[in-house]
């Protein structure tokens, strides 16, 4: 039963982590072109409307990306009240879009001297209304796709997003420089609408009439954890704006963008590894969401093979660090590399909370949820207010991994007392060993020592052994290519 479960895990990620392989390497060429057409300038630009458009999306989503993905797993299996569920998201969606956009507009002014201490780029942020509406009627289609575990319309949506994006986006950077960074967002958030409504209406669900009584009576269900959720992600989102704020206003507009390049290398590969995984696992934790037993036991088969894939691609980060900032951007971004690599560290406590913090929302804890999320965020921001002094961008990088790894202790005595869980043997073992080969390399790249690029190729080359072997042992490898074989061949 368990390797049956290990395959399902390692046959989602493939799959899912095959799309995002094109996606970075999509990525990879945007940021490049855009180092190059716009430089640090347009970067630290591009992350200050890409966070204002997450923190009033997270505001007016109303949390619909998690629950709405909960109760349409819920309900999977009874074709009638999933077409009623699939038809409230749907209308819910439309509703939620037009007031994002509508507050957009509203506050422009105010967001705008809240970003920029100006005025003056009130009229891009206003425009930036289009952005959110179409951002979210995309969620809500893919809230449905993803309830319904639809992962190959989720990955075909996303890669033919990601390509127009890039299609449009090189005339438009390259005529207009900086002044072409708000009609791109704006193309790309109406590409990706496109493309997810094309594919949700494949799986040929019918969006059937709900009248304003029942259409209100049946979002309860967002009211009622999205309320926590919503808040978790304002909290969030300011916390995130405060950093940028900060480096602003104490380093100036150039140092954010290097602070930008380095958190899009972590996460584009931190999507790779966990986006690849919770797709999949979020709407199966839903199903089994009242049997603490089942759940003990998911996250931890999701944790095992969460640790064994991340092992190798974070060793690849710190030793490359310099390298990949060189790469995808310009070679006036390698001061950031140290920033870089305790952010990566950072990462690897992050994968290991990923699974556990979802069980909260699985439950219903909208409460406990925020308190512990809100916990990591004032950890985060008080160790940068602290550190800046002494490590200035660097602090951002240490705050990331301090926060990341008082949040695994938090959420772990958290899930003890909710679902009594504890860690199976196999992974503290596995753990131990990852954040042993992980401090060594980091410590050879980080200060150069005598031989340090043999011993972080060494060690790279036993992270990748270690992780074939642990995968072996899960389901076996020969198992793995022949099962997939035959799931293609079907």
Known sequence: MRKKSYFQIIRSTGLLGGAQIINVLIGIVRNKLIAILLGNTGIGLISIYQSTLDLIKSIT???????????????????????????????????????????????????????????AYSLNIACLSVCLIFNILALGELVILQGLRQI????????????????????????????????????????????????????????????????????RFILRIGFFIILAA?????????VRSLIINRAGLEQLGLLQAAWTITNVYLTLILKSISVDFYPRLSLICDDNSKIRTLINEQVYILLII?????????????????????????????????????IFFKVMTWSLGFVLLAKGKG????????????????????????????????AYMIAYISYLIIIYFVLRNLIAFRWDVINIKIFMVCIALILVTFYAAQYKIQYWLAISITI???????????????????????????????
């Open 234 to 242: 304002i909290q969030t989102q300011i916390a995130l704006f405060m």
């Open 310 to 346: 991340s092992l190798p691609v974070i060793i690849f980060l710190l030793l490359s660090s310099k390298i990949l900032l060189s790469l995808l951007y310009a070679d006036s971004f390698q001061s950031a590399y140290t920033l870089l690599n305790w952010r990566t560290i950072g």
């Open 367 to 398: 409460l406990l949820y925020f308190i512990c999320d809100t916990m990591y965020s004032v950890i985060y921001l008080l160790s940068i207010y602290l550190l800046f002094p002494y490590y200035s961008l660097d602090s951002v990088g240490i």
């Open 152 to 219: 190959g319309y989720i990955i075909k949506s996303g890669v033919i997003a990601n390509l127009f994006g890039l299609v449009v986006m090189i005339p438009l950077y390259y005529y207009y420089g900086i002044e072409g960074i708000v009609p791109v967002l704006i193309f790309f958030s109406i590409i990706t609408y496109v493309c997810t409504l094309y594919y949700r209406k494949k799986i040929g669900v019918r969006i059937v009439t709900i009248s304003f009584k029942d259409l209100l009576s049946e979002g």
């Open 460 to 490: 790279l080359l036993i992270s990748i052994a270690y992780s074939i072997y642990q995968l072996n042992n899960a389901v076996g490898l020969k198992e793995i290519m022949s099962r997939t074989r035959n799931y293609k061949n079907k």
């Open 61 to 119: 989503s109303l949390g619909i990306d998690t629950t709405g993905v909960r109760e349409i797993a819920a309900v999977s299996e009874d074709s009638e009240r999933l077409m009623n569920k699939i038809s409230v998201i749907y209308k819910w969606s439309w509703g939620l879009a037009i007031s994002g956009g509508l507050l957009c507009i509203l506050f422009c002014s105010k967001i705008s001297r809240w970003a920029f201490n100006s005025d």
